[in-house]
Structures are given as C-alpha cells and as structure tokens.
C-alpha cells in the first residue's frame, strides 16, 4: 500500500525557515521523482517542487526559487522541502506527491505551514 506521509509544518514568522518531510512506504520511491505541491484557502493546488529520482535535478516554482529546496534521501525512502526566508504568501496546505506506472497518482494527507507577518 502506497504511502506518502508529510511533517514538518507549523506556525512561524516572516523571514522563517521550516524543513518539511515526506516519509514513502509501500513502493520503492528511489525509483521515481518526487514532488511537492501547495494549496492555499481559496485558490488551486500549485506545484512548488520536483526532483528526479536520483535527486540529479529539481526544478522550482518561480514564486520559491532561490528560497526553497527540494532534496531526497533514498536510504531513507524520505524527500524533504527546506523552505527559508518565508513570506505570509507561503501559508498554505503543503501536499507530498508522486505517480507511479504514469496513471496512479498519490498524495500526501498534507502539512500546514502558516507564516505570521
């Protein structure tokens, strides 16, 4: 049974960081990118972050480049999102992802950051 579990989250100020985590059971989650996604009251989900299954590339949301980072540890079947200098903007439902075979899509329950001005 696939599983994508996020922590991390939390309450913090303008010009935070926070490190989320997205812990994979149930696949062999080495074998495919990762992302994360963000969805905020009112509006649509958004893709913030995608790394390759190596971790030999990532690409970013132009709203995060610059303050956020994406990275795996396949060891630990774990991706992680290092989020620095946060804005109040950046308050959103953070969401695990992955597709598996190209059709089965899997997320995350979510993890809510919220950034205090």
């Known amino acids: 049974q696939v599983q994508l579990v996020e922590s991390g989250g939390g309450l913090v100020q303008h010009g935070g960081s926070l490190r989320l985590s997205c812990a994979a059971s149930?696949?062999?989650?080495?074998?495919?990118?990762m992302s994360w996604y963000r969805q905020a009251p009112g509006k649509e989900r958004e893709l913030v972050a995608v790394?390759?299954?190596?971790?030999?590339?990532?690409n970013y949301a132009d709203s995060v480049k610059g303050r956020f980072t994406i990275s795996r540890d396949n060891a630990k079947n774990t991706v992680y999102l290092q989020m620095n200098s946060l804005k109040p903007e950046d308050t959103a439902v953070y969401y695990c992802?992955?597709?598996?075979?190209?059709?089965?899509?899997?997320w995350g329950q979510g993890t809510q950051v919220t950034v205090s001005s």
């Open positions: 992802y992955t597709r598996i075979g190209g059709l089965n899509k899997y």
């Open positions: 149930g696949f062999s989650s080495s074998n495919y990118a």
């Open positions: 790394i390759t299954s190596t971790g030999g590339t990532t």
